[in-house]
């Protein structure tokens, strides 16, 4: 099966989670792939986070403000496509701070103010780790 | 093959070039008011319908068209489709296509006065005069379609 986290940013809360999934978080964030990384957020493409325990392949998508939306329409993709939910798993990731992080991720288009906002929104994803954690699927 | 046409809200020229693409609207000939608003989901929709994938029929080759509404997610939702499709290797069973760059102001004007703010009295006439303005441009992007999807299917 394929585990997709969607969240307003591809590169931030939706990588921690889905590390957090595979049991491969780092004590330092920005050693995570592609967190931080832009320019792979605007391709669009899902990022592929690697394989779990269970054999599953995980990815990472930022999707913007509305996730629900994206959410709903990603499932009805992959039911016209003819796959099922055995195929696709798609698992929104929600967090408070997912406005101020996406308020630091246009300021740090400066480059000059880049270290701080990366700084500023591992604080918040740290103070939403519970949150995500509560978030992510759970296998038997 | 899927052909997903998709715009902001999936309302008005998504759903006029998928009807463009069923020939349910004549290509050289620019729709009146009651053609339009014969067009299932042209100027109807509401905010539940974001995000829906709405089937609107199948065309002469059997692919199967379908409209949807994005909001504001631009460009990018093509690769989003395109690379979900991608994760369950049905990459190649998919064509999505933006309508928005051909969406005027009127379009834009009228269809949040309709939709939107809910004074379709107002807007109604406004989008429909954006859309008749737009309509050659639509005509086009859905031949370009039409021909990639022929094309696809040759190689």
Partial sequence: MNILFIGSSGVYQTVLAANLHMDTIPTDYKQLPCFGDYNMEQSGQPLFMGIDNYGNRIYALGVGSDVGMVQKCLEQLVTILGASADDLLVIPILIRSQGSISFLQQVSRWRALRPLSIALIIKLLKKDLPSIQAQLPQFT | ?155
């Avoid at chain 2, 709405?54 to 504001?72: A, C, H, P, Q, T």
């Avoid at chain 2, 807007?123 to 309509?135: D, L």
């Fill in chain 2, 1 to 155: 093959m899927k052909i997903i046409y998709h715009c902001y809200g999936g309302s008005h020229s998504s759903v006029t070039a998928a009807a463009l693409h069923l020939g349910w609207l004549d290509k050289d000939k620019l729709p009146n008011y009651e053609e339009l608003m014969a067009l299932p989901y042209y100027d109807k929709t509401n905010d539940s319908d974001f995000g829906s994938i709405r089937f609107m029929g199948r065309d002469d080759m059997e692919n199967e068209i379908y409209v949807l509404g994005k909001k504001s997610l631009g460009n990018r939702f093509n690769h989003i489709l395109m690379g979900v499709a991608k994760i369950i290797n049905q990459e190649d069973q998919l064509v999505v296509v933006n309508v928005m760059k051909h969406v005027n102001w009127s379009m834009k004007i009228g269809g949040f006065t309709s939709r939107r703010i809910n004074i379709p009295l107002l807007g109604r006439p406004v989008v429909i005069w954006g859309t008749r303005k737009a309509f050659e441009h639509m005509t086009r992007l859905v031949e370009a379609t039409r021909l990639r999807v022929i094309n696809s299917k040759q190689v």
